[in-house]
């Protein structure tokens, strides 16, 4: 099956008699394979470098080996990390292995919730729940006892009361009828205050030193709008406004006098950032795999993608002037004009382990 994008960019993917996919070629002609077992599981994924991805699995299905092999297009050679899971007879992990061999066990009570987990240092951390299986404490077992214990206290609903932590530092929750978190009490008795509109939008909030901010959305939902109004002793702050493209995306945030806005590719990916006359663009290249950053200085940056779309060179193909300015001796005066870093077709390259 052939399949093309909004750009034009065609791939292209092949299926096996039980239409699973086995090859995925994208409008680069990098190809992905991917191979099964007899019941339909995946295997071993092979990406367009070589790497490969292997699953083993036990009886019930679980995954029990994640085997990870990262090739070397020098040598030839593949380096390999595995990592394992045991399970116990109802399916949950018992114990998991890293690709060094540390090992983390764990262990459950009737209703499938994790009650102790021992890490590979043989440190043993105790986990307490509710009726709602919701965590209600911790504690950190030395020398047969437990230490270092976190509370969680909560209504009967789920909510969290408060939470108390291992130096018996109590912060405090209150709720509206709406449940909506209304007050937030710290250990020092300083609070946060939150009010909310008749959608459940917050509308006000007082922080611990005093300072207000006001909140506006658009009919949308969206945030358009944050207005400071700040306690003594603070710096006046201007309103923080939002402006969003017809996706929904943000394209301009404005403080004061300055506004930084933003433009979008079909790809959803940033391709202009504008703040007053500066610009910066990013050019991407899908055809030749690569990102062109240009900055308001004229200084050009060409980053090269590997087949997985990772950095694997970077050209400085152009400098970039730019006047620094020191008004410290007499205002306005040029003292001195420099160059960004980046010479000519300088490169700088990257390797990878998976």
Not at 92 to 119: A, C, E, H, M, W
Not at 197 to 212: H, Q, R, S, V, Y
Request: net charge negative; with cysteine; glycine share 8%.
């Amino acid at each position: 099956m052939i399949e093309s994008d909004i750009n034009g960019l065609t791939s292209q993917l092949f299926y096996d008699k039980d239409n699973l996919t086995i090859k995925a070629i994208n409008h680069q002609n990098n190809a992905t394979k991917i191979d099964y077992d007899g019941i339909g599981r995946t295997v071993l994924v092979t990406d367009p470098l070589g790497n490969r991805q292997a699953n083993s699995y036990d009886a019930n299905g679980n995954i029990i080996s994640d085997k990870t092999e990262s090739f070397n297009s020098t040598s030839g050679n593949y380096l390999s990390f595995s990592q394992g899971v045991s399970y116990d007879s109802r399916n949950r992990p018992i114990q998991t292995s890293d690709p060094l061999g540390n090992k983390v066990s764990f262990i459950y009570d009737d209703r499938n919730l994790k009650t102790s987990v021992i890490n590979a240092l043989g440190q043993q951390v105790n986990l307490y729940y509710d009726i709602n299986g919701l965590t209600i404490k911790t504690g950190l077992i030395r020398t047969g006892n437990e230490i270092i214990i976190n509370q969680w206290n909560r209504d009967l609903i789920g909510r969290l009361n408060s939470y108390q932590d291992a130096e018996n530092n109590l912060t405090k929750y209150f709720y509206d009828e709406k449940s909506n978190l209304f007050k937030t009490q710290y250990p020092d008795n300083s609070s946060i205050i939150k009010e909310y509109d008749a959608l459940g939008f917050l509308k006000k909030e007082t922080d611990c030193n005093g300072t207000i901010t006001n909140f506006s959305y658009n009919p949308k939902g969206q945030l358009t709008q944050m207005d400071f109004h700040v306690n003594g002793g603070t710096l006046p702050t201007p309103p923080l406004t939002y402006g969003y493209d017809s996706f929904g995306r943000i394209n301009s945030v404005s403080s004061g006098t300055h506004t930084i806005s933003k433009k979008f590719d079909s790809f959803n990916r940033p391709i202009e950032e504008k703040q007053g006359t500066e610009t910066i663009r990013k050019i991407f290249d899908d055809i030749n795999n690569s990102i062109a950053l240009t900055f308001p200085d004229g200084r050009i940056d060409k980053y090269k993608l590997d087949a997985l779309g990772r950095i694997k060179e970077v050209v400085f193909e152009k400098k970039g002037t730019a006047n620094c300015l020191i008004n410290d001796f007499a205002e306005g005066t040029i003292l001195s004009a420099f160059q960004y870093e980046g010479l000519f077709l300088n490169n700088k390259k990257y390797a990878y382990n998976l």
